[in-house]
């Protein structure tokens, strides 16, 4: 299966993840690799 992922930059720094298709998956991290 493939999901689309979003990586937004967050406000306060870091990035927040979440994947659309899937109701309430959401993670975040301090850079992109540790978010993901």
């Not at 979003?6 to 978010?35: H, Y």
Request: charged share 25%; net charge negative.
């Amino acid at each position: 299966m493939k999901f689309i992922v979003v990586l937004d930059p967050a406000k306060e720094g870091g990035f927040n993840v979440s994947i659309p298709a899937l109701d309430g998956c959401f993670t975040q991290g301090e850079n992109e690799e540790e978010a993901l």
